[in-house]
């Protein structure tokens, strides 16, 4: 995979610099509810004034607004909060959410000029953002001599590593819903893996349709169904295909987990996105935290990518446990899939 040239090549003395970063963060009202995307952030940042730079202006989207009511909500204000508490430098300044232009969704030249306006160097260290096309990704980065920002970087190297010579057995497990967006990957990823164990609504959905061609798929056995889509709903851990009418199955069942943690334990390299089951709640959470602890107990390289399979590990404090965790959903799944994603390709090796 080709590698854009490092901000660690760049003078950056005395330099105004652009640095566009992903700190799409997920608020609670005005509070940073997880700042795990802000702390990634910081090594470039502290890199730059390391070196000089006289002001560093760091950009960034924030949720997805649509209309005029929303600028109140997607302020980036929590955010620059959070920043300058984080850095304590006032050379670091944080604009206001880059898709509130609405140039930025379009890759809009003129609000690129904007944003480019009396700076001398462009680092992109948005590696969650670089499957877009946008402004402050794609469109900037032929203004100003461009740079790749540290994590950019990281996040190239660890997850290319997946895609180059791996360890095996490979096993990804994959899970959550949007099987559509996943299929791709799947493909990709999948026919190189040795095992493909696949948990979730995905697995439901897989079974319905034609088998994956070349992929040594799992499904699983067993299920925890439910009498209702409610946390406290009756339970029964069924057979796949004997679930009661109605019933839903909310997780993976018992004969199932071990099977997975079987497969995870033996295992030299891991990809895992996706949930087991619907594990923000307790009683439907044992497959997805059974294979978040097969994976941090496995003796192999482990990736894991996408907001729900990254909670997950955090909330079962298994995060020191795993290789490599992603700050990117999409952008991961584009890159894993063999797709070159616009804000790398827009970065000069
Ligand atoms: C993300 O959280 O997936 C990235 O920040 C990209 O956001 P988007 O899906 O709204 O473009
Ligand atoms: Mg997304």
């Given at each position: 995979m080709r590698l854009p040239r490092s901000?660690?090549?760049?003078?950056?003395?005395?330099k105004v610099v652009l640095v566009r970063a992903d700190l799409n963060v997920p608020l609670e009202g005005s509070r940073v509810a997880d700042d795990t995307r802000i702390q990634a952030s910081l090594p470039t940042l502290r890199l730059l004034l390391d070196g000089g730079a006289r002001e560093v202006r760091v950009c960034s989207h924030l949720g997805r607004p649509k209309t005029e009511e929303d600028r109140a909500k997607y302020s980036i204000a929590p955010v620059r909060e959070r920043v300058a508490e984080l850095v304590?430098?006032?050379r670091v300044t944080v604009l206001e959410n880059?898709?509130?232009?609405?140039g930025e969704t379009k890759n809009d030249e003129g609000f690129a000029r904007e944003l480019a306006e009396g700076c001398d160097l462009y680092v992109n260290d948005a590696f969650g953002s670089a499957h877009r096309a946008h402004s402050s990704t794609e469109a900037v980065a032929h203004l100003l001599p461009a740079y790749a920002g540290l994590l950019l970087l990281a996040e190239l190297e660890h997850l290319g590593r997946l895609l180059g010579?791996?360890?095996?057995?490979f096993v990804i497990v994959a899970g959550g819903a949007k099987v559509e967006d996943k299929i791709a990957v799947l493909t990709h990823l999948g026919s190189r893996a040795d095992r493909v164990l696949i948990g979730g609504k995905m697995a439901e959905e897989l079974a319905a349709q034609s088998p994956l061609e070349g992929v040594a798929v799992t499904l699983p056995v067993d299920v925890v169904a439910?009498?209702?889509?409610?946390?406290?709903a009756e339970t029964t851990v069924a057979r796949v295909g004997d679930v009661?009418?109605?019933?839903?199955?909310l997780d993976i069942g018992p004969e199932t987990q071990l099977v997975f943690a079987s497969a995870i334990a033996d295992a030299k390299t891991i990809f895992w996105n996706g949930p087991?089951?619907?594990?923000?709640w307790p009683r439907f959470s044992a497959g997805t935290n059974t294979v978040a602890k097969a994976i941090a107990d496995a003796d192999a390289y482990s990736v894991v990518g996408g907001g729900d399979s990254v909670r997950a590990v955090n909330e079962a404090g298994?995060?020191?446990?795993?290789?490599w965790i992603s700050t990117g959903g999409g952008a991961s799944l584009e890159l894993l899939e063999g797709k070159e994603l616009p804000g790398v390709a827009a970065i000069p090796s």
């Open positions: 901000v660690r090549a760049a003078d950056v003395e005395d304590g430098d006032p880059t898709r509130f232009n609405p010579k791996v360890e095996r057995p439910a009498s209702a889509f409610d946390p406290d009661p009418a109605g019933w839903l199955g087991m089951g619907v594990f923000e298994l995060a020191k446990s795993i290789s």
